[in-house]
């Protein structure tokens, strides 16, 4: 089926991130109005489903590739063959190890090429997430995805009676701000963003700067060999 470009993937997340409300909580805290982040609407799974389909796309990129490697290389019809991820440097160093095997194909010089990218966990751990997310997503379960602050906007209210707060998840309903019982009540608006909870990937950016990162990756890989 068809995805997003990721050009416009940021454009469907930020449509996604409007419902929600705020709430004044006076009883929290004595003498104390508590904004609180209220009635927050679940990511759609579907937007998950599409991050995950983006990533593969990206990790069957270099498979391509490297079938394209084998065809060139007079081996067309090549089943076998994949761009290789080694679990760990030992099994790099060992050219007995399965991966190995998928490149086998593949002329000397482009096995020396895929190689010097030291595609295996502390070598080359960009194509290693790739990999694990691309793994998650086709055999495990859904990606992870998570609403988080990306800023706080007030209205009505002087910035000397605020207290805010830190707070990494929406869906924890957070307090957002403070302000004594006797400041007027004033309007909030809260920027949110949804980022990628998984293994290797930081949680401080949405989840489209990780998926341009390994888009921009395959790229520099696959023009190696123009």
Partial sequence: GRHLPASNYAAVLTACLRHYSVSIDVDSEPGQKLYRLVDIEPIDPLISAEAGAIIHSIRSSLDVLAC?????????????????????????????SRPFKYIKWLCEADQAVIKSLAPYPGGNDRLCTLHELDLTRKHRRLLELFLQPRGVFLQGITNETVTVYEWVRADEKPGILSTPASTPD?????????????????????CTHPIGEFARAAQAIIKLFD
Avoid at 69 to 96: C, M, N, V, Y
Avoid at 197 to 203: F, K
């Fill in 186 to 206: 004033g309007h909030i608006t809260v920027n949110l963003q949804i980022a990628l909870n998984e293994a290797g990937v930081t949680g401080s950016e949405d």
């Fill in 68 to 96: 394209t490697l084998a065809a060139r290389h007079g081996k067309p019809e090549s089943r076998s063959t994949h761009f290789p991820i080694w679990k760990s440097k030992a099994e790099f160093d060992d050219p007995k």
